[in-house]
């Protein structure tokens, strides 16, 4: 990829895992089995370009409504993710940081999650933050309900703090495949002045080349956060 202005951050709503499965005559579960490993793939390449952080959206609190079938099928993915993965994952030599209410989960799992993120905590190469049963808006309440617990006042940086992404920048490219024109509830507060892409691919076909592409249309854009640009 030629040079240009790396965003420092980008976050993925890593959606249409379902529907490519269901157009192939598969089951949803094969589907997120194939988007989980295309998400080892697009991060492991987003790091070698080098972007410092990415997000993903993993799970969704709106996503445990969905059928007990499809809901264990994704903890048995949580499972071999931060389990029989584990070597792969650190293999990308990244911290990885677990956002959201994992009290949910089985407990198996929950353990597994504080596994990973105490044995890759002294990684330094980037960041990769899995929002697993994560809401924006749950997010917010809870650190609005935070700040009235200890009776203070908020400015937006001391507000920032308290969300769960405290002390990490916000995301510069948020990318959302799928075909979907929307946040669906992730990182609101955060997604003020990001950039956003929307791509047509399924996120299972979502390849290393549509990475590139995305960050090539970030680049070319003029970012002034509300300011008017010199002429």
């Known amino acids: 990829m030629k040079r240009i202005k790396l965003p420092v951050h980008i976050a993925f709503i890593m959606d249409g895992n379902g529907r490519w499965a269901k157009r192939r005559f598969r089951p949803r579960g094969y589907g997120h ?4 490993q295309n998400m080892f793939k697009i991060c492991s ?10 997000t993903v959206y993993a799970l969704s609190t709106e996503n445990l409504s969905r059928p007990k079938e499809e809901v264990d099928e994704l903890f048995d993915l949580f499972r071999t993710f931060f389990g029989k993965k584990k070597d792969k994952m650190q293999e990308m030599g990244v911290k990885i940081n677990v956002v959201g209410d994992i009290t949910v989960l089985p407990p198996d799992i929950q353990e597994s999650i504080l596994e990973m ?16 049963n994560y809401g924006s808006r749950q997010e917010i309440i ?19 703090s308290l969300l769960e992404t405290g002390g990490i920048p916000d995301p510069d ?3 959302r495949t799928g075909g979907e ?5 992730f990182l609101l507060y955060q997604a003020a002045y990001s950039e956003l892409y929307f791509s ?8 290393k080349r549509d990475l590139e592409k995305a960050i090539e249309n970030y680049s070319a854009r003029d970012r002034r956060f509300g300011n008017v640009q010199e002429e």
């Open 173 to 175: 490219l948020i990318i």
């Open 142 to 160: 809870r650190a609005v309900n935070a700040a009235v617990s200890y009776g203070r006042f908020v400015d937006e940086q001391s507000f920032s």
């Open 117 to 132: 993120m105490d044995e890759t905590s002294h990684l330094v190469r980037g960041l990769l933050n899995i929002c697993i």
């Open 181 to 185: 024109l929307r946040l669906s509830n």
């Open 33 to 36: 089995k194939m988007g989980v």
């Open 200 to 207: 047509g691919k399924m996120w299972p076909e979502f390849s």
């Open 45 to 54: 390449h987003a790091f070698d370009l080098g972007v410092r952080i990415v």
